[in-house]
């Protein structure tokens, strides 16, 4: 039996599990490459990882299964480390947040994390529909996501909001609507090296720092299961038809606070059982 199919038969009697790639910084491989995107850093990980590392044995249902060893992170005190997380979701479902949150606590046995950057789904376009009907609609599907990140900030388990990629108009709307306001907008520069005058403005004006990141938008997350298929060529269909779908993934940073140094870098996925 090939290592895929090895892999693929102990995922077989599952419907639900999340993968974590442990600290990609550990791999000199990646370290020297240069990706234009973290989806293309994601892929080349669990490329070299399920070519290299032997199979988690434990394979349970719900579980999370950790491709390489993370104990350095016990080198540092907790205080002496700052966390942040950026998750990228798939619906517009309160539930993949607190999935998402909870397993990287549990990843890096940690009651709490620093920043909690989130990029919100891509709204479904209607046909004649205004951009002002477009806007509300946008902030309706918002609300109930922010407002429980804000109890997250309450209940002490992240200390601060970040969201991703919002124009000056959705950056201004949850200004104005939330007592826990963003402290980070991410932004992608795709075809310029400048971020729009309103949006600076906006972004000085409130204590928003506005940070360039690589993320492909949406992030392609339904093509990670086809990795595990591409990786060996003895994997061939129907093994290798897409048995799971991603729910939400998550990218973590640990950095060294009085150094400046990151010191463990990895990503989480969540698969389901995709239904016939």
């Not at 290592?3 to 077989?12: A, G, I, R």
């Not at 991703?164 to 402290?183: I, N, T, Y």
């Amino acid at each position: 039996m090939t290592y895929c199919h090895q892999f693929l038969s102990n995922l077989s009697s599952l419907t639900r599990f999340r993968l974590h790639t442990g600290n990609v910084n550990g791999y000199t491989q990646l370290k020297v490459r240069r990706f234009e995107t973290s989806a293309e850093e994601l892929s080349a990980c669990l490329d070299l990882q399920l070519t290299s590392n032997p199979i988690a044995a434990d394979f349970k249902e719900n579980s999370c299964l950790l491709l390489c060893d993370n104990d350095h992170m016990d080198n540092y005190e907790r205080d002496e480390i700052k966390i942040t997380m950026k998750v990228f979701l798939s619906a517009w479902d309160v539930q993949q947040i607190e999935q998402a949150v909870t397993s990287l606590k549990e990843q890096l046995k940690t009651k709490d994390i620093e920043v909690l950057i989130l990029s919100f789904p891509e709204l479904d376009l209607i046909d004649g529909e205004s951009e002002d009907d477009e806007h509300l609609r946008w902030f309706d599907k918002v609300k109930p996501l922010y407002t429980y990140m804000e109890k997250l900030v309450e209940t002490s388990e992240i200390a601060s909001i970040g969201v991703s990629d919002f124009s000056a108009r959705q950056l201004k709307e949850v200004l104005g609507h939330f007592d826990v306001k963003p402290s980070i907008n991410h932004v992608r520069l795709d075809g310029c090296c400048q971020v729009p005058p309103e949006l600076q403005a906006l972004a000085n004006d409130n204590d928003v720092q506005l940070l360039v990141h690589n993320d492909p938008t949406p992030f392609p997350t339904n093509n990670i299961f086809k990795t595990f298929c591409e990786i060996d060529s003895g994997c061939e269909k129907p093994m290798c038809s897409p048995l799971f779908e991603t729910t939400w993934l998550s990218r973590y940073s640990v950095w060294v606070r009085k150094r400046s140094i990151m010191t463990s870098k990895g990503y989480i996925v969540q698969f389901i059982r995709k239904h016939d």
